[in-house]
């Protein structure tokens, strides 16, 4: 299984980013796909999620100013990311997660760094 992040940089205040993630040795469409951020000296967070049916949530603190979305087809999910702030700072991870026989399943991409400074 591979997830491979890419589309992090270093941004003004306010700018956006477009993060994708490519999926590989998974039931792509039978997965739920999540980002998650880490930033300096803090624990891992969520910051969205998509089901594999397309149901979408959102952390608040993204609410009205991220967009998660995916192709199943090309096996990818995206983080498309407006109004970014310093507090956004933060190695973006990709994520799939599968229940299935009563287990969770998570696989787990190198991230991404996303800087947003003047």
């Not at 300096?40 to 952390?59: D, H, M």
Request: with cysteine; hydrophobic share 30%.
């Amino acid at each position: 299984v591979q997830l491979q992040a890419s589309g992090g940089g270093l941004v003004q205040p306010g700018g956006s980013l477009r993060l994708s993630c490519a999926a590989s040795g998974i039931i792509f469409s039978s997965n739920d796909m999540r980002w998650y951020r880490q930033a300096p000296g803090k624990q891992r967070e969520l910051v969205a999620g998509i089901t594999s049916g397309g149901s979408r949530n959102y952390e608040d603190f993204v609410k009205g100013r991220f967009t998660i979305s995916r192709d199943n087809t090309q096996k990818m999910v995206y983080l498309q990311m407006n109004g970014l702030t310093p507090e956004d700072t933060a190695v973006y991870y990709c994520n799939a997660h599968k229940y299935s026989n009563r287990r969770n399943f998570d696989y787990w991409g190198q991230g991404t760094l996303v800087t947003v400074s003047s």
